[in-house]
Structure formats: structure tokens, C-alpha cells
């Protein structure tokens, strides 16, 4: 099929929270989102606009559409695998890192390097890998975030990996089950 735009990165991710206020003080105080706007959704609802930088924003919070209860808790979540936030650099990467372990956050994955020259957690040959380096971890609803800064350039045309690397990472796709398990929790 023809290409008709371009999508550059993720502009914004909504998430579904079941405690509204504590998720908003969670990604406003523990990450550091700046809260654009809050308004009531609905009758019992609320939605907020939360950003990174001049973006009116990145993060959405809506209130969980159920009463919730155990039978309701993930209902609505279950198309959302993780949300990856990009960083300027490993400096900043480290940052994030220190600062979320300061506050208490448990790194479930990582840090890693995505790719073969990579360890702590990722295959060692991980076919998709992009060079960059992570950390994932959970918000209070138990949303799988990722913080990554260094992903590597793949320029239009150009077949990934390239040839003459190619070999580096194995003949064949690694089983990804036992990360796919690691980032579920399980």
C-alpha cells in the first residue's frame, strides 16, 4: 500500500485509571508531567492533559468507564501492552532512572540495551533490537511504561538489520516468551 504520510513518534497515549486523583499525582509529582488541564467527564468521571514539554499534551488520563471492582479492574486495558517515553540522551536517561528508584518506583526490566550488545533481561541476539537503551516499569493502575533514549536510525530503504551486520544477530528470530512474561509481571 502506498505511503501516503509520515508518523514521526507517538504524540500522545490515553490511559484508563481506576483512582483518578492518584494517578494524576503519580504522573505529575513521580515522572514529572506538567498538568495542562483537568476537567469533569460525565457524570462521576474526570479527564486530564498532562505534557513533557510545549505539547498541549502527551499523556491523557480518562476515569475507568466501570464501577470498579476484581471482576472490572482491567476491563479496557487490554489493547495497551506498554507506552515507551523517549529521552534526549543517556544522561537524561539516567536521570530518569535515578530519580524513579529515589522515589521508590520498581524497575521490573532492565536497564537494558536492546540488541546484542545488550544484557540484564533482553535476548542477547533480540531480533527487533534497536540499540536503545531501557527501563520499564508500572504506574498505579499497573500500566507498563518504558523510558529509552539512543534508539537507532533506520532510514527509509534501508533493510533491518543491514547485511553487513546481519549475522550478529543469529540466523533465526529468538523466542521472546520468557521478556514478553518478564514485562507482563508473570
Do not use: C
Not at 520498581?106 to 535476548?123: N, V
Not at 504506574?139 to 549475522?167: C, Q, T
Amino acid at each position: 500500500m502506498a505511503k501516503s504520510f509520515d508518523i514521526s513518534r507517538v504524540g500522545h497515549v490515553g490511559i484508563q485509571v481506576t483512582d483518578f486523583d492518584r494517578s494524576l499525582h503519580w504522573y505529575t509529582q513521580t515522572l514529572g508531567l506538567t498538568l495542562t488541564g483537568k476537567w469533569p467527564m460525565g457524570e462521576d468521571g474526570a479527564i486530564a492533559f498532562m505534557r513533557f514539554n510545549e505539547d498541549h499534551h502527551n499523556i491523557v488520563l480518562f476515569t475507568h468507564p466501570t464501577e470498579v471492582d476484581d471482576e472490572t479492574r482491567n476491563l479496557g486495558y487490554n489493547g495497551l501492552q506498554h507506552i515507551a517515553m523517549e529521552v534526549a540522551d543517556r544522561d537524561e536517561w539516567l536521570k530518569a532512572l535515578a530519580d524513579l528508584r529515589r522515589k521508590g518506583v520498581p524497575i521490573i526490566l532492565g536497564p537494558m540495551i536492546h540488541g546484542p550488545e545488550g544484557s540484564m533481561g533482553a535476548p542477547a541476539n533480540f531480533m527487533g533490537g534497536s540499540g536503545s537503551r531501557s527501563f520499564y516499569f508500572k504506574d498505579p493502575d499497573g500500566n507498563l511504561l518504558e523510558i529509552y533514549s539512543e534508539m537507532m536510525k533506520v532510514p527509509n530503504g534501508d533493510l533491518f538489520p543491514r547485511p553487513e551486520y546481519a549475522e550478529v544477530f543469529g540466523a533465526r528470530p529468538p523466542d521472546l516468551g520468557n521478556l514478553s512474561d518478564t514485562l507482563q509481571g508473570r
